[in-house]
């Protein structure tokens, strides 16, 4: 059978686009290893890991072992007054590989709401301590997801608030971080941030911010001493922390948790896309005994939240064994190799008359080019070279799995190369 690509124009909404003028989208039948398989026959060496999330790549035998094994037993079950195995042995994990001090675990069904879960918690840590406070501060180029409290907190230009602007609560935004990862650091760029902290402190619950590496606000990559030093000053206010590391968890960065590039202990953690190496949805947000703990002595007693599917086993299963995978795989040592690559052969891009600039870290590799190019055309160009990457405004980036070899990874850059060397430079 092949795709009905009709009804999927007609009927079916995709991220971001439009029913009225749909972009092509390319059927995939299947997927294997870091190749997915087009309807058509076509492979396509995948730059992308669907988004940061399939960090062993596709079709991953002990991962299917996990899902089929939990499937015999049972899919789901409630978590109101019930508990299973799948959710203990990711908790397990969950705290295993984060710092000491979050030991408290709240699960849900995706990276946003994982993020609205750390603004309520925060919201109603400071509700209990009898002082409410209605701001969150952040930097500008962020990016927390969809949902409108995640959508709050998220780069006012490139979420449209001005669509919601009656709608959506007014918070702090200060400028993002200048100083690149591998650069010096200038300490002038902290003062928009310590002269909003003076000024609004009283009425600032949190900081949200994604450690080091800006995703899908820009893909910018910025100097540790910034997320140590924003830490440092909320904690002197006493003004809690959130990490959202939805993107740059699970070793994306070369370290676990992108906060280990700054030694930040964060208050509130959020975790979520790479989780269950991208089989299906699931997050979550991890907190301290201290911070659990004053939610639940506030007037409510318990911290209001609970998704239907909840710590859904069959994700849970999964995401223990990914996780399990991870660890028992030498994901150091991959990672470091992706990046080696990119630094021999995605960084000499930088060359092209249409690269503005070329940013690498970890297993993440991104080409800013000099003007925007149309989406549509590039992705062609991109599948004509036998390759999955899906640019944005400026941006061609790749989060490759951590299993690609760099044979295949060298067919992803050449891909890049090949197709912006017979661009025009301006159009
Ligand atoms: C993707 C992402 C989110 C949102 O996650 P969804 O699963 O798409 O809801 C939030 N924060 C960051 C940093 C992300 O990259």
């Known amino acids: 059978m092949s795709i009905n690509y009709q009804f999927d124009q007609q009927h079916i909404w995709h991220p971001y686009t439009s029913s009225v003028n749909p972009l092509p989208c390319y059927g995939v039948s299947h997927a294997s290893g870091v190749t997915l398989t087009l309807d058509d026959g076509r492979e396509l060496i995948d730059g992308m890991a669907s988004w940061w999330a399939c960090i062993h790549g596709y079709n991953v035998p002990e991962l299917n072992q996990a899902a089929q094994q939990q499937l015999q037993k049972m899919s789901h079950v409630m978590f109101g007054g019930l508990t299973h195995q799948p959710a203990i042995d990711l908790c397990q994990e969950l705290i295993a590989i984060t710092p000491e001090a979050l030991d408290k675990v709240f699960l849900s069904d995706s990276g946003s709401v994982a993020v609205e879960v750390a603004l309520k918690m925060a919201l109603q840590y400071w509700h209990s301590k009898g002082e409410p406070r209605a701001k969150f501060l952040t930097v500008r180029n962020g990016y927390h997801g969809d949902t409108f409290g995640a959508m709050g907190v998220t780069d006012p230009e490139n979420s ?123 997050a979550a947000t991890l907190t301290t005994k201290h911070v659990a703990d004053t939610v639940c002595q506030g007037k409510a007693g318990v911290f209001m939240h609970g998704p239907t599917f909840m710590a859904n086993p069959l994700a849970c299963a999964v995401a223990t064994a990914s996780i399990r995978l991870l660890r028992q795989s030498p994901w150091q040592q991959r990672v470091a190799a992706i990046e080696q690559t990119l630094q021999h052969s995605l960084k000499p891009l930088q060359q092209l008359p249409n690269v503005a600039d070329v940013r690498i870290l970890g297993a993440i590799g991104v080409v800013e080019t000099t003007h925007a190019y149309d989406v549509a055309t590039l992705q062609q160009a991109f599948i004509e070279h036998g390759v999955w990457l899906r640019p944005f405004g400026k941006l061609i980036y790749m989060m490759p799995p951590f299993v690609m070899t760099s044979a295949h990874l060298q067919q992803l850059i050449n891909a890049i190369k090949q197709t912006l060397s017979e661009l025009p430079h301006q159009e």
Do not use: N
């Not at 968890?249 to 992108?258: E, H, I, V, Y």
């Open 160 to 282: 449209m608030h001005e669509l919601y602007q009656d709608f959506l609560p007014q918070h702090l935004f200060v400028a993002a971080p200048q100083s690149r990862f591998d650069q010096a650091f200038d300490p002038s760029e902290l003062d928009e941030l310590k002269a909003t902290l003076a000024k609004h402190h009283y009425d600032i619950a949190a900081m949200i911010i994604e450690p080091i590496v800006q995703g899908a606000g820009g893909m910018r990559i910025y100097h540790p001493e910034y997320l140590a030093s924003a830490k440092q000053l909320c904690a002197q206010y006493g003004i809690l922390f959130i990490a959202d590391e939805i993107a740059t968890g699970f070793g994306r960065t070369g370290k676990m948790l992108a906060c280990e590039h700054a030694d930040v202990v964060p208050d509130i953690l959020c975790l979520g896309k790479a989780i269950t190496g991208g089989y299906m949805s699931l």
